[in-house]
């Protein structure tokens, strides 16, 4: 059979992967970790928490942190932009998922510290009405996802980036499944760390603290949703 010149034969196996179907996968995890997330919000919501049984709560815990493990893990694979700040390049399917993952700690803090911002109260109080209560609470939670996506990235990826570039080299999913369950065992561990005695006292000693410092509260809440935003950073992150 003739050959012909220039016109290299090359095995299916030897092409190189499109990278651009890569990205669109690591997204499409992404957006899965981002539904994960915002179903353990609403497993926060005061009348449907009361309904679940304490080891479903401590799988909601799971499924939260495996949610901020896997969303990190599919960010490492999904391409930056080059100008702006860590929030302006990172791809929208894993900045919402971070934003609603951190809404997520952000609301089981609030709840256990029992802290209010004027009329936005996530431990539900009885004198307000069914739906104004649940209106503050999932506008607060996952209708601000927006100014999270801003924050998430800022707050998390400087932490779990370096193990989500580690476990780049490996195929999508081993990675979205070893940072998942890595951060799924924090989720845990957190969960039964507010049932340690000694740990509900420090947490009686904070409460009483946000109650008497409500303005101090009140700047730092809003330093940590906004400081991540404006910080420079770097590819490292």
């Known amino acids: ?114 802290i209010s911002l004027g009329p936005v109260d996530p431990t539900f109080p009885a004198s307000a009405p069914m739906a104004q209560n649940a209106m503050w609470f999932f506008v607060f939670t996952i209708g601000f996802a927006g100014i999270g996506m801003m924050s998430a990235p800022g707050v998390l990826l400087p932490v779990l980036g370096l193990p989500a570039r580690a476990l780049r080299g490996a195929p999508l999913m081993v990675g979205v499944v070893v940072l998942g369950l890595i951060c799924a065992a924090i989720g845990v561990a957190f969960s039964y760390a507010l049932g340690i005695p000694a740990v509900a006292e420090l947490v009686g000693k904070a409460k009483a603290w946000c109650d008497a410092n409500q303005t101090i509260v009140m700047g730092i809440t809003g330093a940590v949703m906004v400081a991540p935003a404006l910080l420079p950073s770097s590819d490292r992150d």
């Open 1 to 114: 059979m003739a050959k012909f010149a220039g016109t290299p034969m090359v095995a299916p196996s030897a092409r190189v992967a499109d990278p651009s179907a890569g990205a669109a996968a690591a997204k499409g995890v992404a957006l899965l970790c981002a539904l994960a997330a915002a179903a353990c919000i609403a497993a926060r919501f005061p009348p449907i928490a009361a309904m679940l049984p304490a080891s479903l709560s401590l799988v909601v815990f799971a499924v939260a942190g495996f949610a901020i493990g896997g969303a990190a893990a599919a960010e490492a694979h999904c391409p930056r932009g080059t100008v702006g700040a860590l929030w302006m390049r990172v791809a929208g399917p894993p900045k919402l998922a971070l934003a609603l993952g951190l809404s997520f700690g952000t609301t089981v803090i609030a709840q256990v510290l029992e």
